[in-house]
């Protein structure tokens, strides 16, 4: 079993910036994708932002720029850097993350959530 734990979330007021984390643990083997979604009131869940084992990045139009997404492999760890933030990034984030566990099962684990609110 996998279990994803974000942290990070919080108030800040526009033009400001938060770090959100993720950190992996259970029984993992390898993790591969990791990624963070946002849901915003009323909006369908969307996918922000998303990084290889290797690496390589890709984000949503409406963050790039703006967001940087990184992972410490060694942790099984996922952040993501959120600058110039607006209202409209007003959302729970949510992480992902897809790999195997061991016997070799596997895995698509979320996040329970992190409230992310720009307001003055």
């Known amino acids: 079993q996998v279990q994803l734990v974000e942290s990070g979330g919080g108030l800040v007021q526009p033009g400001g910036s938060l770090r959100l984390s993720c950190a992996a643990s259970g029984s993992i083997m390898v993790i591969g994708t990791m990624g963070w979604y946002r849901q915003a009131p009323g909006k369908q869940r969307e996918s922000v932002a998303g990084?290889?084992?290797?690496?390589?990045?890709n984000y949503t139009d409406s963050v790039k720029g703006r967001f940087t997404i990184s992972r410490d492999n060694a942790k099984n760890t996922v952040y993501l850097q959120m600058n110039s933030l607006s209202p409209e990034d007003t959302a729970v984030y949510y992480c992902n993350a897809q790999g195997v566990a061991f016997a070799f099962k596997a895995f698509d684990a979320w996040g329970q959530g992190t409230l992310v609110t720009v307001s003055s």
């Open positions: 990084i290889s084992r290797g690496g390589d990045t």
